[in-house]
């Protein structure tokens, strides 16, 4: 692991769970029955019940445990390795790994502590030195300043954080940081206005570093959260990356070294994912910390798959670029597994070196293992097949200077962004620059990232002049999901024809089929069905959470009950909930047994997450579905303890209590609003709640207000308009609809909607003009069969 990367999901992603660093809250997304967010499976659907209804997440099933091995393997002292691995602990000793969390003293702590101040925009900041203890003096969870001191080191450079711990064993990253490179300190958010209320201070948990980050940056951790008391007792086997973070526990490796035979095969590891043959276990091993993903528990198993302890982050556009090139803080395995590097069977190792995390060659070097004169790689389990004999470091290729910084190979097929403030990483989907595509798409090149004062339409003429063979990479994959995501002409289809392809990697794949859902029809559902079936697990996970806006229920009860008994974790976890909200006759196969049991995994896995407001609410959606409802209001209250910033559960709470507490119900809302003013979930809640007393133009109003301040969500934008006909306004509502659908042509709910009103009003034009524009977007929509005046 690299320099300063805080490790966890998301979110697409619930912000407020994001790795690396946090993003601020964008509680509109809730609002959208989508499937799983990065930490778990989040819907609210409430806002279509004359009632409340609650979000829930994702379930597993105990099905597929693997056999317990007749003596559990256990991590022993990382010092054991050192007596027969002596070269690869010379190599990591020094290491990001190795000095990835450290204790503080004067050799590890690399900022100034010598009584300076730093004042950010809404703070104050002083860090000094007593008692032989780094100390900072800094506005604490109540906003005025305390004394807290440093408990450990966090990363080395080019940044370097520092924990402080808060009651109750919470370890929290300081929003300051020191720049290792300036000698200066420097604020992770400026000009954000960070300070005690806002959900990224430091004290908050969006920033608790025992979930968000520790696991990565020590070995063999565990959180240990105790959810009565509200604290952790976390624990690790040794602070760093150390040789157990990817092998495993050593215990039966040292056994196995004094015996000599036993299990020889293993050498005494629990049948580990890494391998010298096969890069997919490899980057597994790797992606545990290089990927923005999802706890699916509490630490993971290193015999495991992926997606048995974590569920990788799909490529969102809040994450990505639509040409899959990284755009949040996403880490390397998103981008890598895209790349015809990894389909070619290249794994992390045959760049970098795993013990010192250095590349293992100088500049180009690194790809001229294989993109070389000879045309043939020297890589063994490398794939060379399609290898071109071409002197790739050559200014006749690069058409620069020969051993500048622009002729690196890193220069055109990674570029790269800043984190964190001043930490450069580089995209890993080792891309081929296409100016002419990156100006159609507006997304960001490689040539335009140096050459900023060249315009685009010279960057492209100098290009085609240089590579006049050139043409996208792609095979067309940015340019439908461009198309997908806008609801340009031919979407639909375009989707279903970038998924006939066979050499498409499953990151993609699985990115079509989330937006195939936006365009039901035969074909789509015939297309999710055998994606169900697909080899890898993220496509069959991204297929179950499509597959509900394409089929009937009977339909769904047909083809998900298989899923449930996926050998991953993640695909069952997803099969679940989507099942769990079907009528009951969609699971009339199963047996109460059986669905109970799947229920119980599913509530088991958010028992081991509940340091985080969304498992709790989980619960609650669990026990809403399962007729606990004692027990609803507890793990709404719960969650709001653990992060009264999680404004989805202040909602679903408010929305329980309206029937039993009116007073208390709006007293939350009128109290959250005080404080957010500017967030449109409370105002979309707030009409919820005014529609279902009554009172019609108030609820106009607020809802008005939510769709004002997130016009790009669909859901607040369509209830208004719900509101507005049900009212009496039915021109006003078709003017809502309207002006949606030229922002967000593919959002079907507003067409069906529009398409209702224009035959209420027999507008000839407009349902013509409707049906139109949806036979652009998708021909095959059932919508035009269903939906057209008889004859």
Same mark, same amino acid.
Request: net charge negative; glycine share 6%; charged share 20%.
């Given at each position: 692991?690299?320099?300063?990367?805080?490790?966890?999901?998301?979110?697409?992603?619930?912000?407020?769970?994001?790795?690396?660093?946090?993003?601020? !809250?964008?509680?509109?997304?809730?609002?959208?029955?989508?499937?799983?967010?990065?930490?778990?499976?989040?819907?609210?659907?409430?806002?279509?019940?004359?009632?409340?209804?609650?979000?829930?997440?994702?379930?597993?099933?105990?099905?597929?445990?693997?056999?317990?091995?007749?003596?559990?393997?256990?991590?022993?002292?990382?010092?054991?390795?050192?007596?027969?691995?002596?070269?690869?602990?010379?190599?990591?000793?020094?290491?990001?790994?190795?000095?990835?969390?450290?204790?503080?003293?004067?050799?590890?702590?690399?900022?100034?502590?010598?009584?300076?101040?730093?004042?950010?925009?809404?703070?104050?900041?002083?860090?000094?030195?007593?008692?032989?203890?780094?100390?900072?003096?800094?506005?604490?969870?109540?906003?005025?300043?305390?004394?807290?001191?440093?408990?450990?080191?966090?990363?080395?450079?080019?940044?370097?954080?520092?924990?402080?711990?808060?009651?109750?064993?919470?370890?929290?990253?300081?929003?300051?940081?020191?720049?290792?490179?300036?000698?200066?300190?420097?604020?992770?958010?400026?000009?954000?206005?960070?300070?005690?209320?806002?959900?990224?201070?430091?004290?908050?948990?969006?920033?608790?570093?025992?979930?968000? &980050?520790?696991?990565?940056?020590?070995?063999?951790?565990?959180?240990?959260?105790?959810?009565?008391?509200?604290?952790?007792?976390?624990?690790?086997?040794?602070?760093?990356?150390?040789?157990?973070?990817?092998?495993?526990?050593?215990?039966?490796?040292?056994?196995?070294?004094?015996?000599?035979?036993?299990?020889?095969?293993?050498?005494?590891?629990?049948?580990?994912?890494?391998?010298?043959?096969?890069?997919?276990?490899?980057?597994?091993?790797?992606?545990?910390?290089?990927?923005?993903?999802?706890?699916?528990?509490?630490?993971?198993?290193?015999?495991?798959?992926?997606?048995?302890?974590?569920?990788? #982050?799909?490529?969102?556009?809040?994450?990505?670029?639509?040409?899959?090139?990284?755009?949040?803080?996403?880490?390397?395995?998103?981008?890598?597994?895209?790349?015809?590097?990894?389909? %070619?069977?290249?794994?992390?190792?045959?760049?970098?070196?795993?013990?010192?995390?250095?590349?293992?060659?100088?500049?180009?070097?690194?790809?001229?293992?294989?993109?070389?004169?000879?045309?043939?790689?020297?890589?063994?389990?490398?794939?060379?097949?399609?290898?071109?004999?071409?002197?790739?470091?050559?200014?006749?290729?690069?058409?620069?200077?020969?051993? #500048?910084?622009?002729?690196? &190979?890193?220069?055109?097929?990674?570029?790269? %962004?800043?984190?964190?403030?001043?930490?450069?990483?580089?995209?890993?989907?080792?891309?081929?620059?296409?100016?002419?595509?990156?100006?159609?798409?507006?997304?960001?090149?490689?040539?335009?990232?140096?050459?900023?004062?060249?315009?685009?339409?010279?960057?492209?003429?100098?290009?085609?002049?240089?590579?006049?063979?050139?043409?996208?990479?792609?095979?067309?994959?940015?340019?439908?999901?461009?198309?997908?995501?806008?609801?340009?002409?031919?979407?639909?289809?375009?989707?279903?024809?970038?998924?006939?392809?066979?050499?498409?990697?499953?990151?993609?794949?699985?990115?079509?089929?989330?937006?195939?859902?936006?365009?039901?029809?035969?074909?789509?559902?015939?297309?999710?069905?055998?994606?169900?079936?697909?080899?890898?697990?993220?496509?069959?996970?991204?297929?179950?959470?499509?597959?509900?806006?394409?089929?009937?229920?009977?339909?769904?009860?047909?083809?998900?009950?298989?899923?449930?008994?996926? !050998?991953?974790?993640?695909?069952?976890?997803?099969?679940?909930?989507?099942?769990?909200?079907?009528?009951?006759?969609?699971?009339?196969?199963?047996?109460?047994?059986?669905?109970?049991?799947?229920?119980?995994?599913?509530?088991?896995?958010?028992?081991?997450?509940?340091?985080?407001?969304?498992?709790?609410?989980?619960?609650?959606?669990?026990?809403?579905?399962?007729?606990?409802?004692?027990?609803?209001?507890?793990?709404?209250?719960?969650?709001?303890?653990?992060?009264?910033?999680?404004?989805?559960?202040?909602?679903?709470?408010?929305?329980?209590?309206?029937?039993?507490?009116?007073?208390?119900?709006?007293?939350?809302?009128?109290?959250?609003?005080?404080?957010?003013?500017?967030?449109?979930?409370?105002?979309?809640?707030?009409?919820?709640?005014?529609?279902?007393?009554?009172?019609?133009?108030?609820?106009?109003?607020?809802?008005?207000?939510?769709?004002?301040?997130?016009?790009?969500? !669909?859901?607040?934008?369509?209830?208004?308009?719900?509101?507005?006909?049900?009212?009496?306004?039915?021109?006003?509502?078709?003017?809502?609809?309207?002006?949606?659908?030229?922002?967000?042509?593919?959002?079907?709910?507003?067409?069906?909607?529009?398409?209702?009103?224009?035959?209420?009003?027999?507008?000839?034009?407009?349902?013509?003009?409707?049906?139109?524009?949806?036979?652009?977007?998708?021909?095959?929509?059932?919508?035009?069969? #269903?939906?057209? !005046?008889?004859?």
């Amino acid at each position: 692991m690299s320099k300063n990367k805080r490790k966890n999901p998301q979110s697409t992603v619930s912000p407020s769970v994001s790795s690396g660093t946090p993003v601020k !809250p964008a509680w509109r997304g809730w609002l959208l029955p989508t499937g799983l967010l990065l930490l778990l499976l989040v819907s609210l659907a409430w806002w279509a019940q004359p009632g409340w209804f609650m979000p829930v997440s994702s379930p597993q099933t105990p099905v597929h445990v693997a056999p317990a091995s007749p003596q559990p393997l256990e991590m022993v002292d990382e010092q054991a390795c050192q007596g027969c691995h002596a070269e690869p602990v010379k190599q990591w000793q020094g290491s990001h790994h190795h000095l990835a969390m450290q204790e503080p003293n004067a050799q590890t702590v690399l900022g100034d502590f010598n009584d300076v101040t730093f004042s950010s925009d809404k703070e104050t900041t002083r860090f000094f030195r007593k008692d032989d203890a780094f100390w900072v003096n800094t506005p604490g969870p109540d906003g005025q300043p305390a004394d807290f001191k440093v408990a450990y080191t966090f990363g080395l450079e080019p940044l370097q954080q520092y924990l402080l711990e808060l009651p109750g064993g919470h370890l929290q990253p300081l929003g300051v940081a020191w720049d290792t490179q300036k000698q200066a300190w420097f604020h992770l958010y400026p000009g954000q206005g960070i300070d005690a209320s806002d959900p990224l201070h430091w004290t908050k948990t969006a920033q608790n570093a025992n979930y968000m &980050c520790i696991e990565c940056h020590t070995t063999g951790f565990k959180r240990n959260f105790d959810a009565k008391n509200n604290s952790f007792a976390s624990h690790w086997q040794a602070l760093g990356v150390g040789c157990q973070s990817c092998h495993g526990p050593a215990s039966g490796h040292l056994a196995w070294a004094e015996k000599g035979e036993q299990n020889a095969s293993a050498k005494g590891f629990e049948q580990p994912l890494l391998s010298k043959t096969d890069n997919r276990g490899q980057v597994q091993v790797c992606a545990r910390c290089h990927a923005l993903r999802s706890p699916l528990g509490d630490g993971y198993q290193h015999s495991a798959a992926l997606l048995d302890d974590y569920l990788p #982050s799909d490529l969102t556009s809040t994450q990505y670029e639509v040409d899959g090139r990284i755009k949040g803080e996403v880490f390397e395995y998103g981008s890598f597994t895209q790349s015809k590097m990894f389909a %070619k069977g290249v794994a992390c190792t045959n760049c970098h070196n795993p013990h010192s995390t250095k590349l293992k060659l100088e500049g180009n070097a690194v790809c001229t293992q294989c993109h070389n004169p000879a045309g043939k790689t020297a890589v063994p389990g490398v794939d060379g097949a399609g290898l071109q004999a071409r002197d790739y470091d050559s200014p006749a290729h690069t058409h620069h200077p020969a051993g #500048s910084a622009a002729a690196q &190979c890193t220069a055109c097929h990674m570029p790269g %962004k800043f984190y964190m403030g001043n930490d450069f990483r580089h995209d890993h989907s080792f891309s081929v620059p296409n100016p002419a595509q990156s100006a159609a798409l507006g997304t960001p090149d490689a040539c335009q990232g140096c050459h900023r004062e060249t315009k685009s339409a010279r960057l492209i003429e100098q290009f085609n002049a240089w590579y006049p063979a050139a043409k996208p990479h792609d095979g067309g994959y940015a340019v439908a999901l461009d198309a997908a995501r806008r609801g340009s002409s031919g979407a639909a289809r375009g989707l279903l024809t970038q998924l006939q392809r066979t050499d498409l990697p499953a990151l993609r794949r699985a990115a079509l089929l989330t937006e195939l859902a936006s365009y039901p029809s035969a074909p789509a559902l015939k297309q999710i069905s055998s994606a169900l079936k697909d080899p890898d697990p993220q496509v069959r996970e991204a297929a179950v959470r499509a597959l509900p806006g394409m089929a009937a229920p009977q339909q769904i009860g047909q083809l998900l009950p298989a899923l449930l008994r996926d !050998p991953v974790l993640a695909v069952r976890l997803a099969a679940t909930w989507e099942l769990a909200q079907q009528p009951p006759e969609a699971r009339q196969n199963l047996t109460p047994a059986f669905w109970q049991q799947v229920l119980d995994e599913y509530e088991q896995v958010q028992l081991q997450l509940l340091e985080r407001g969304e498992a709790n609410m989980n619960l609650a959606s669990l026990y809403q579905i399962s007729g606990r409802n004692a027990q609803i209001e507890a793990s709404l209250r719960a969650a709001l303890q653990r992060d009264p910033d999680f404004l989805p559960a202040l909602v679903s709470l408010s929305q329980l209590l309206e029937q039993n507490n009116p007073q208390e119900a709006r007293q939350l809302l009128a109290d959250a609003l005080q404080r957010n003013p500017d967030e449109a979930l409370l105002y979309h809640a707030e009409g919820l709640a005014l529609v279902r007393s009554g009172d019609y133009p108030a609820a106009i109003k607020a809802f008005a207000k939510a769709a004002e301040l997130a016009p790009e969500n !669909p859901q607040y934008g369509y209830v208004l308009a719900i509101a507005l006909h049900d009212s009496g306004q039915r021109e006003a509502a078709i003017a809502q609809l309207q002006a949606m659908l030229k922002r967000q042509p593919q959002n079907r709910n507003a067409s069906m909607a529009l398409l209702n009103y224009a035959q209420e009003t027999r507008d000839a034009a407009l349902i013509q003009q409707v049906v139109g524009d949806i036979w652009e977007i998708n021909p095959d929509d059932p919508m035009l069969q #269903s939906r057209l !005046p008889k004859r």
